[in-house]
């Protein structure tokens, strides 16, 4: 029987006959060529990219949290950027796609600096202090279901994972759009909120980046 493949799975397939391995620049525009002319798939994609690389940079960060790793595309710009002790953890709700993430992760040779934990945020953010030996985040990437960004920063904030000056890097914050989590980051007295207008991967569509600072 013809195996139907899936488009993470293409997606893969892709890096592997145009990236270099270990190299993770060629690995983020591999994607970005793929999504750009083949297949758009939902990855941060470049312009964007560059605002969260910008945000990695300027941080330093030594712990990070990402929520929705999907095929790993924005894992490996953030890995590639961070300092070499620091701990990373990306949650992955999706057993297919936590599974080309890996693969991704590996071929840009950063499997050492990354922790893909399976699992949905609302069950893991409880149990990242006792299960991961983490304090606190320096720099959290939201980037999966819109419906728990708001669900899980208040989930954060309840568990004492963020600490005066963590930083919430939003996507999609208006396309999708995720309503419910700028009405409450831009009103709350505990965080102080800055748009970063930029457009939807590959498109000529409006998006943009959400940067958060708790303020504790
Ligand atoms: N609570 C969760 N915990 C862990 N992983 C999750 C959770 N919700 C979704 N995911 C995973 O994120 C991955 C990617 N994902 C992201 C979304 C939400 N993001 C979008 O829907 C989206 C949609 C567009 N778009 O439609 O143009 C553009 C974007 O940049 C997006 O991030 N849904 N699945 C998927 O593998 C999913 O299993
Ligand atoms: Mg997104």
């Not at 002319?37 to 990219?49: R, S």
């Not at 300092?83 to 080309?100: M, R, S, V, Y």
Request: hydrophobic fraction near 40%; glycine fraction near 6%; include cysteine.
């Amino acid at each position: 029987t013809l195996t139907q493949s899936t488009r993470p799975q293409r997606l893969l397939s892709a890096v592997q006959k145009n990236a270099t391995r270990g190299d993770p620049c060629s690995v983020v525009r591999a994607i970005d060529d793929f999504c750009r002319h083949k297949e758009w798939a939902m990855n941060v994609g470049d312009e964007k990219g560059c605002i969260l690389d910008s945000v990695v940079s300027e941080m330093n960060p030594a712990a990070v949290l990402e929520l929705g790793t999907y095929c790993g595309y924005s894992t490996v710009r953030i890995a590639r950027l961070l300092p070499p002790d620091a701990k990373f953890i990306t949650l992955e709700f999706n057993p297919g796609f936590a599974a080309i993430a890996r693969q991704v992760i590996a071929w840009a040779g950063l499997e050492e600096k990354v922790q893909l934990v399976e699992g949905a945020s609302g069950d893991w953010i409880p149990k990242i202090k006792e299960q991961f030996g983490i304090k606190t985040f320096d720099l959290v990437f939201l980037d999966h279901w819109k419906d728990r960004y708001l669900p899980d920063t208040k989930l954060m904030e309840e568990c004492g994972l963020l600490r005066k000056g963590s930083v919430l890097l939003a996507d999609n914050v208006i396309c999708p759009g995720t309503p419910d989590y700028l009405e409450y980051i831009r009103s709350s007295p505990k965080y102080e909120s800055r748009y970063f207008k930029s457009h939807l991967e590959y498109t000529k569509v409006e998006d943009g980046l959400e940067k958060s600072i708790f303020l504790g």
